[in-house]
């Protein structure tokens, strides 16, 4: 316990799923977790969650997409704190589609998500990152980044964009104290991919590419996710774990 304490923590998509999982543990953990969504309500449920336990958590709505909400999330975090101890990018979404049928629309959604918000979020946080003299910036990945699937050529190309920018910034910011690593999620069981993984066909197929014989769940993500945060990982930088039972490593 309290690998994070009196850490200033910022969790972007963390108002269900995975994010959530990792505000949660986080803030058992002694930070104090500003919980940013594009949803403000499940924002704020989560931060109340937690402080209603005792916790220390900021709730605040934040669309990685636009550049506006990423500035006001770092100057509230400035505001408040003067730093940024950890910054998790872990806001995602998926549009499911045939590569030929994909829209400009739908790729441009994806990617100002999955890939310009995290860039947004990596550069903006920096100077605060730095003002903490030993920053960790974690972001979540896929190992869909890393390999093919039939209608997820969009969402690949963009985690595959975030595993590379992962290795180039922990190069550049390594002078500056702070460490940059990912996390590569396999199939997690969230309410997102429910009606995806409760597909007895679609089930037994992934499960088949799985060693472990099992979908993973939010708090295992958390838990890697905090190696990376803590100073348990304090001479890892440019890595990438993949946390999939096995998935990639039995292809």
Do not use: C
Request: hydrophobic share 45%; proline share 2%.
């Amino acid at each position: 316990m309290d690998r994070l304490k009196d850490k200033v923590a910022v969790v972007t998509g963390s108002g269900a799923g995975i994010g959530r999982a990792i505000a949660q543990l986080f803030a058992a953990e002694g930070a104090h977790v500003f919980v940013t969504d594009v949803n403000g309500e499940s924002a704020s449920a989560v931060a109340d969650s937690l402080k209603g336990e005792g916790l220390k958590a900021t709730a605040m709505t934040v669309d990685v997409s636009r550049g506006q909400d990423v500035s006001a999330l770092f100057r509230e975090v400035e505001r408040a704190f003067g730093r940024a101890d950890v910054v998790v990018n872990n806001a995602g979404l998926n549009v499911r589609s045939d590569f030929r049928h994909l829209s400009d629309a739908d790729w441009v959604k994806i990617r100002e998500v999955n890939l310009d918000g995290v860039v947004r979020i990596a550069r903006d946080a920096f100077e605060l990152l730095k003002a903490s003299g030993a920053g960790s910036l974690v972001n979540v990945s896929s190992i869909m980044g890393q390999r093919g699937l039939r209608q997820l050529a969009g969402y690949s190309a963009t985690k595959g964009a975030v595993t590379a920018l992962t290795k180039a910034l922990a190069v550049e910011y390594a002078s500056y104290n702070i460490r940059v690593n990912s996390v590569a999620p396999g199939y997690i069981d969230t309410a997102l991919t429910e009606r995806f993984l409760k597909n007895p066909f679609v089930s037994k197929a992934l499960l088949d590419k799985t060693p472990m014989r099992r979908f993973g769940t939010p708090e295992e993500i958390a838990r890697a996710t905090l190696f990376f945060a803590s100073d348990d990982s304090a001479y890892v930088t440019g890595a990438e774990l993949a946390v999939d039972g096995g998935m990639t490593a039995g292809l």
